[in-house]
């Protein structure tokens, strides 16, 4: 007996999940391991103690804030065209195709308020109200919100900070209302999303010397943690969809080879913040980039259309 | 091996006990009232990870860190509980920071040079064995710096 077969039931019971969260109610030993060893989370052989120590396990992915700021930090540049477009909003009525667009959407107002463009921020902020309340999160974005932002336009911290607001109201209302499916379902829109903005900003003709090709290439370790989260939620039948198309990008994932060194600490620094040091080693062949863009945009057009 | 009984009536027990909608609601605003102000400069990420812990219980969060990130990491606790100890470790369990050798303060500032998966391990300590134990809400927040 396997400890994830009892994920499904552990996770409906602990799930604490929204656009960035995913729940690990893991109780025993929960090993996961990559094809390429770079990424491994072993909890404890013997559970029977633990479990009265370790009340519980949040795995956590990076927010659409953080996916943005990443991007921006790499070098991205804002494209209104790699958007999905908010007059698809309407399109969407089942479960499946509002929750993933919903972290589509999220995704993509971050991009938008990082890069200054307060229109398009409200929009999007607009789209993704439209979807919440479709999908019965409440008061993910109220009226409020939508005045503060409109009032705050060309302030930046306060749109990022509306932001964020919304997605920690969206989180609770999930962990409150033990939604997993729905959470895990937008959760994985939003980083398919992430991906499919990184990938798009890459001139295949000079994939050595771009540095979004290292963000492509962490997104691998976040990638385990999404097909972790869709694993406790295969029970529901769309997640269980979505984890078949995710699979598609695990496969190419598993083509590159990373490692890792270990991790210096340098914590004696005059402004207070400690530096991890280490190096990583890794390589994207051109072949593959593309095997993978192809697959992401096929995937996201699927979503979005 | 997992012995499915007990981890039944123990999740159980749990769903009953400690995670009621009422509880977390606590929680939240006590993550939002007290636990964002400790992020100050740094922009609050949007994540939402809080539970309610007993005296001597304790929780694990693994997460990504991206390479030339700088994050502040923010734990708290409601103040019927002892100092939450935290540490941070790496996938080997190596530990990177301890804050019970920083006088149990609640933040920790760090940048990455490359990107990797962390574990943040906090307890809510058993400082009275002879006592009830206190039970309370505790909250991990992730800041990024903007600058």
């Not at chain 1, 958007?83 to 509002?98: C, H």
Request: glycine share 4%; hydrophobic share 40%.
């Amino acid at each position: 007996m396997g400890s994830k077969n009892t994920m499904p039931f552990l996770i409906s019971l602990f799930a604490i999940s929204a656009a960035i969260l995913l729940p690990g109610g893991c109780a025993g030993n929960c090993s996961r391991q990559d094809s390429d060893r770079d990424f491994t989370i072993d909890l404890p052989e013997d559970q029977s103690e633990d479990m009265e120590r370790v009340k519980q396990i949040f795995y956590s992915l990076p927010s659409p804030l953080e996916t943005a700021l990443i991007l921006k930090s790499s070098g991205a540049v804002f494209n209104e065209d790699l958007l999905n477009p908010v007059e698809n909003v309407s399109r969407y009525m089942t479960n499946k195709s509002m929750a993933v667009n919903l972290g589509v959407y999220t995704t993509d107002l971050s991009y938008a308020s990082l890069f200054d463009q307060p229109q398009i921020s409200i929009d999007y902020m607009n789209a993704a109200k439209r979807l919440a309340d479709n999908l019965g999160i409440i008061d993910a974005v109220d009226s409020e919100t939508l005045e503060r932002l409109e009032a705050n336009i060309n302030d930046r911290e306060v749109i990022m900070d509306i932001v964020s607001e919304t997605f920690m109201n969206s989180s609770s209302f999930l962990q409150e209302s033990n939604r997993e499916p729905v959470a895990a379902m937008m959760l994985t829109g939003g980083w398919i999303e992430g991906l499919y903005l990184a990938l798009h900003q890459v001139d295949e003709d000079d994939i050595e010397q771009s540095r979004m090709v290292r963000i492509i290439l962490d997104k691998k370790l976040s990638l385990e943690i999404v097909m972790l989260l869709l694993r406790q939620n295969s029970h529901n039948d769309d997640v269980a969809s979505l984890m078949d198309e995710v699979r598609r990008i695990e496969d190419i994932y598993s083509k590159i080879e990373i490692t890792r060194s270990p991790i210096e600490v340098d914590r004696d620094r005059d402004d207070g913040v400690t530096v991890l040091r280490s190096t990583t080693d890794a390589r994207l062949d051109r072949e593959v980039f593309r095997e993978l863009k192809s697959t992401v945009t096929e995937i996201r057009t699927s979503f979005v259309s | 091996m997992i012995r499915r009984f007990p981890v039944f009536l123990f999740f159980a027990a749990i769903l009953l006990t400690n995670l009621s909608p009422e509880a977390q609601g606590q929680c939240k605003a006590f993550a939002r009232r007290i636990c964002k102000g400790d992020l100050e400069r740094y922009m609050h990420d949007g994540n939402y990870h809080a539970a309610i812990l007993t005296e001597g219980e304790e929780a694990e969060l693994y997460k990504t860190f991206y390479a030339d990130q700088e994050y502040r990491i923010a734990i708290c606790g409601d103040d019927g509980l002892p100092d939450i100890e935290f540490r941070v470790m790496d996938i080997q369990r190596n530990i990177l920071y301890d804050n019970s050798e920083n006088e149990f303060g609640g933040t920790w500032d760090f940048r990455l040079e490359s990107s990797q998966q962390l574990m943040i391990w906090v307890r809510a300590p058993s400082v009275n064995p002879g006592r009830e134990p206190a039970s309370g809400c505790v909250a991990i927040l992730f800041g990024l710096s903007t600058r």
